[in-house]
C-alpha cells in the first residue's frame, strides 16, 4: 500500500529547500518505484496572518493520519518566535509524543569540517535528544512584577518515564545498529535534583544491556571534547536543552546547517514522526536562491528510512555524496557556486542515473 505523508514547507528557505525535496520524491516515485502520496499543507506565517493562528483547528487530527510528516522550517519577522515554536512546532512533537530527537552528526565526504587539521578519524556519531519535557517545559513564571526583587522561575521537569523512554531507546538504537558505547549528557554536580534523578534512571537502563559501554560526562566538558576528539562518539544521550545546544555543535564540527538532518520520532509507531533540517526559515538568505537543500533531502531521507526503505536512503545518501565531490554543483555555504535549485536538479540527474 502506497505511504502517506504530509509536507509542511514553512517559511523563507523552508519552503524554497523543500521544492528541491519534492523533486527528489518524485525521481523517486518515477524511477525506485516508490509508492507515495503526499498532500502539502501551508500551515506558516502567511496562515497566521490570515488566521491569526499556525493551524487549523482541526489540524493535528488531520496530520494524525499520515505516516509521517515531513517539514521545512517556520519563523518570521511578522509573528514572534515563540508563536511558530509554541503554535506548530511544539505541538505536533508533544501530541505525537515524539519523544526522541534523533540527528546524526556525520561528516560526509567531501564536507569540509572546521576541524579538519586538528582530529584523527572519521566523525560518525548519533545524537538523542529527549523532546519532550525536561527543561523545555512551559512552568514557571514571573514573581514580584515591577518590584526591586523581581524574579523569574522556569521549571524543569523530568519523568521517570520520560527518562526511560529515551534511554531505553538510546540504548535499543545502540544495540540495533551495533554501536558499542553510549555517552550521557548530564550536569548532577551542579543541577542536583533533576541530574542526579537523570544518572540514576540512565544508570538503571545502561545496567540492564551488558554489551554496551556506558559514561556519563559532564555537558561542559562533553562539549569540548566534540570539539577535541570528535571520533571518540558514538551514540550521545541527552536531554531536552542540553540535547539542542549539542546537535548544534555536532552540525557545525560535522560541517554545517545546512547539510544537518534531524528526526522527531515517535518509536510506537502509534503517531506519525516528523522529519525536518536543524536549520530555520534563514531571514538572511531568503529569496536569494542560495540556501543549501541537502539538510531538507537528507530529512527525506531519514524519513524513508523510518518507513522501512533503507535502500532508498541509502541511495540518497551516495547521490549527496557523489553530489559533494564537484564543488560547481553545490551551494556557497559549503564552498560551491551552484543555486539552491541547481543543487537540487543535480541531485535528481545523479539519482535518474544510477
Ligand atoms: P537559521 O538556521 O535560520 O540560520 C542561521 C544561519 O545559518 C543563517 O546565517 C543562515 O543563513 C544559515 N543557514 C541556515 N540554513 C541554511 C541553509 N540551508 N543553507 C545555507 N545557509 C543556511 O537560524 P536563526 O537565524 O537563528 O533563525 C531564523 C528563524 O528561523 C527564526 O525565526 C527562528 O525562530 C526560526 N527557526 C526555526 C526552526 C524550525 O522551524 N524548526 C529551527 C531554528 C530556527
Ligand atoms: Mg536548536
Request: charge should be negative; proline fraction near 4%.
Amino acid at each position: 500500500m502506497a505511504h502517506k505523508i504530509a509536507i509542511i514547507p514553512g517559511d523563507g528557505i523552508g519552503a524554497e529547500v523543500m521544492n528541491e525535496a519534492m523533486k527528489v520524491l518524485n525521481v523517486l516515485e518515477n524511477h525506485y518505484s516508490l509508492d507515495m502520496n503526499y498532500d502539502v499543507f501551508d500551515w506558516n506565517s502567511d496562515y497566521y496572518m490570515k488566521h491569526q493562528r499556525m493551524l487549523p483547528e482541526d489540524g493535528l487530527e488531520k496530520l494524525k493520519h499520515y505516516d509521517a510528516i515531513l517539514f521545512g522550517a517556520i519563523g518570521d519577522n511578522r509573528v514572534p518566535d515563540d508563536v511558530t515554536v509554541w503554535e506548530l512546532i511544539m505541538p505536533i512533537r508533544k501530541a505525537f509524543q515524539q519523544y526522541v530527537n534523533f540527528r546524526p552528526v556525520k561528516q560526509l565526504k567531501g564536507i569540509e569540517s572546521p576541524l579538519d587539521n586538528s582530529h584523527r578519524g572519521q566523525i560518525d556519531f548519533v545524537i538523542m535528544r529527549e523532546n519532550s519535557e525536561g527543561e523545555y517545559s512551559d512552568s514557571g513564571g514571573l514573581m514580584f512584577q515591577n518590584q526591586e526583587k523581581e524574579m523569574a522561575i522556569q521549571n524543569s521537569i523530568f519523568t521517570k518515564q520520560g527518562i526511560n523512554n529515551i534511554a531505553g531507546f538510546a540504548f535499543d538504537y545502540a544495540t540495533k545498529h551495533h554501536y558499542s558505547k553510549v555517552t550521557s549528557a548530564t550536569k548532577s554536580n551542579a543541577i542536583t535534583h533533576t541530574m542526579k534523578f537523570w544518572d540514576r534512571e540512565v544508570g538503571k537502563i545502561a545496567d540492564a544491556y551488558r554489551d554496551i559501554d556506558y559514561e556519563k560526562i559532564y555537558v561542559d566538558a562533553l562539549a569540548a571534547k566534540f570539539v577535541q576528539q570528535p571520533e571518540e562518539f558514538q551514540v550521545v544521550l541527552a536531554s531536552n536543552l542540553f540535547g539542542d545546544i549539542l546537535s548544534d555543535l555536532g552540525s557545525a564540527v560535522a560541517g554545517g546547517l545546512g547539510i544537518s538532518p534531524s528526526a522527531n520520532i515517535n518509536p510506537s509507531g502509534a503517531f506519525p514522526s516528523m522529519f525536518e533540517p536543524v536549520h530555520g526559515s534563514a531571514p538572511d538568505i531568503a529569496g536569494k536562491g542560495s540556501a543549501n537543500p541537502i539538510a531538507q533531502v537528507w530529512s527525506l531521507a531519514l524519513l524513508l528510512e523510518h518507513l522501512g526503505k533503507e535502500d532508498l536512503h541509502d541511495h540518497i545518501l551516495q547521490a549527496i555524496e557523489e553530489l559533494l565531490s564537484d564543488k560547481t554543483k553545490v551551494t556557497k555555504d559549503i564552498g560551491g557556486t551552484a543555486s539552491t535549485s541547481e543543487t537540487g536538479d543535480e541531485l535528481v540527474k545523479i539519482l535518474r542515473d544510477n
